[in-house]
């Protein structure tokens, strides 16, 4: 429980930056990107000592978690514009996915 807890504070700082500087669809598009990173965590920490198929196909679901929420945020993000910005949505995800995925390796331990 503790490296998903870790996971959600970094992601909260995360996105209070990404509200900051990019306003509240940034913050739309920053929070869906800690819960798909929570997730994609989620499935493949069990596999880490499993044998490597195992390992190689919860690794691809979870770039596929990653993938087809930022694709729900697209999508949100054209069909209702009025209400999330679709530049700052997609540019709040990735600015908070990104560093996410750069310290994958410290929550699967």
Same mark, same amino acid.
């Given at each position: 429980m503790r490296p998903y807890a870790a996971l =959600?504070? @970094? *992601? %909260?700082v995360l996105v209070g930056a990404a509200v900051l500087i990019g306003g509240s669809g940034a913050g739309v598009g920053g929070a869906l990107a800690v819960i798909a990173q929570t997730a994609a965590v989620a499935l493949l920490r069990p596999a880490m000592a499993a044998p490597q198929p195992v390992f190689m196909s919860r690794w691809l679901g979870g770039m596929g978690i990653r993938a087809l929420t930022l *694709? @729900? =945020? =697209?999508?949100?993000? %054209?069909?209702? *514009?009025?209400? @999330? %910005?679709?530049?700052?949505?997609?540019?709040?995800? =990735?600015?908070v996915l990104l560093p996410l995925l750069f310290t994958e390796t410290r929550f699967l331990r």
């Open positions: =959600l504070a @970094v *992601g %909260a *694709g @729900v =945020l =697209l999508v949100a993000g %054209a069909t209702h *514009g009025d209400r @999330v %910005a679709l530049l700052p949505a997609a540019l709040g995800y =990735l600015g």
